[in-house]
């Protein structure tokens, strides 16, 4: 069992920056696929980031998002640069099969999510 919990949502400028965090508490974190998911208001959740046995990120976001991991603190970030608009969205945290394609992976365990607003 691995319980995920996001945090460092917020309002931000466009243009603006911030960095999620993803803390995983239970065993053999690094055993997991990790992925970023978002869900926009009256959108499906989707495909935002992830880091397994390689690294994958949406289209849409390559470039200005980076994924990084700490496996001795059981923590997975979400660096988001150059922010839009298009951007808001609750991003979840997610952990699955390391042995898959992350981008398509089936996440085993959710996070709550984490809200980020981005003004114009």
């Known amino acids: 069992q691995v319980q995920l919990v996001e945090s460092g949502g917020g309002l931000v400028q466009a243009g603006g920056s911030m960095r999620l965090s993803c803390a995983a508490s239970?065993?053999?974190?690094?055993?997991?696929?990790m992925g970023w998911y978002g869900q926009a208001p009256g959108k499906e959740r989707e495909f935002v980031a992830g880091s397994g046995l390689c690294t994958d990120y949406a289209g849409s976001v390559k470039g200005r998002f980076t994924i990084s991991r700490d496996n001795a603190k059981h923590t997975v970030y979400l660096q988001l640069n150059s922010l839009t608009p298009e951007d808001t969205a609750a991003y979840y945290c997610?952990?699955?099969?390391?042995?898959?394609?992350?981008?398509?992976?089936?996440?085993?365990?959710w996070g709550q999510g984490t809200q980020v607003t981005v003004s114009s």
């Open positions: 997610a952990a699955g099969n390391l042995f898959t394609r992350v981008a398509t992976m089936s996440p085993s365990y």
């Open positions: 239970g065993r053999a974190f690094s055993s997991y696929a």
